[in-house]
């Protein structure tokens, strides 16, 4: 067998938790990714009939039986993804009864995927429904995301109104818009329902004073709308005491959306 630590698909995930770290995204051992991984990227890494230990959940995640997901684990330190990605990472198979986890690699030192493994799953669920091509559920703790939890009010319309004005680029990385719930119980069946109802529409949920989901074909997509995002909060904070005298107007908005054909939400600017 190959090393998997060789594999194209797990340098990525690697490199993209550690420039989460490196953001200040995931301070301690906050923030959790998981990767649905193919059997084509497997072969040759991983003897699939060798269960090293199964991990119970309870939820039902049939929908994903017999798929591969590459998730962190419970309690640690996404800045140890390089010096101990054994412990840090694991790679899981979605059991046929829908409620357990085949552990296959990783989890070295007897730890278990993420508590947020609820919403994460769900999610998976939910997007794969949605777009087929889905792979990654991505979440973290973005500074400027949370502070602009503080100030501003928990709402869908007004926040993506304000998230698209702040830079030219935010109406064509995410014209859906962005999701919001209010402070929920984190590590629970009940915010992972939440957040996947959202999901239907939205491909960035925030989660009221806590951080930001993101979904995506891939890590880099995922990647990119949470920086893409906390650009736009940054520059929101950093305005958000003086007078604005330059603005994108809502025709601004319009012209953007139609020159480079995206599809955006109605009700915000219209």
């Not at 919403?119 to 939910?126: D, G, N, P, V």
């Not at 794969?128 to 973005?142: A, Y």
């Not at 330059?246 to 025709?251: P, V």
Request: with cysteine; hydrophobic share 40%; glycine share 8%.
């Amino acid at each position: 067998m190959k090393n998997i630590l060789e594999s194209s698909f797990f340098k990525k995930m690697r490199d993209i938790i550690y420039g989460m770290y490196h953001h200040g995204w995931d301070e301690r051992n906050g923030g959790n990714v998981s990767l649905l991984v193919t059997d084509e990227e497997l072969e040759g890494y991983i003897d699939k009939n060798v269960v090293i230990r199964t991990i119970p959940f309870d939820f039902c995640a049939e929908k994903l039986a017999g798929k591969y997901f590459l998730v962190t684990s419970s309690g640690k330190y996404f800045r140890n993804v390089v010096c101990s990605p054994e412990t840090t990472l694991g790679l899981i198979r979605i059991a046929k009864d829908g409620h357990h986890a085949e552990l296959l690699w990783g989890f070295e030192d007897g730890g278990v995927f993420t508590s947020e493994f609820p919403s994460h799953m769900k999610c998976h669920m939910q997007r794969l429904e949605v777009d087929p091509e889905n792979r990654v559920i991505m979440h973290c703790h973005p500074t400027n995301i949370l502070a602009m939890n503080c100030v501003h009010e928990l709402d869908e319309i007004s926040i993506t109104r304000d998230m698209w004005k702040m830079g030219t680029e935010c109406i064509v990385v995410f014209p859906e818009g962005i999701g919001v719930l209010p402070w929920m119980l984190c590590g629970t069946n009940e915010i992972g329902d939440a957040t996947s109802e959202k999901m239907k529409e939205y491909r960035l949920v925030i989660w009221g004073m806590h951080g930001i989901y993101a979904c995506g074909k891939n890590l880099d997509e995922a990647f990119g709308l949470i920086e893409t995002l906390e650009k736009a909060a940054e520059i929101y904070m950093l305005t958000s005491t003086q007078k604005r005298i330059n603005t994108i107007t809502d025709d601004q908005l319009r012209l953007l959306a139609n020159f480079f054909k995206v599809n955006y939400k109605k009700g915000v600017i219209d």
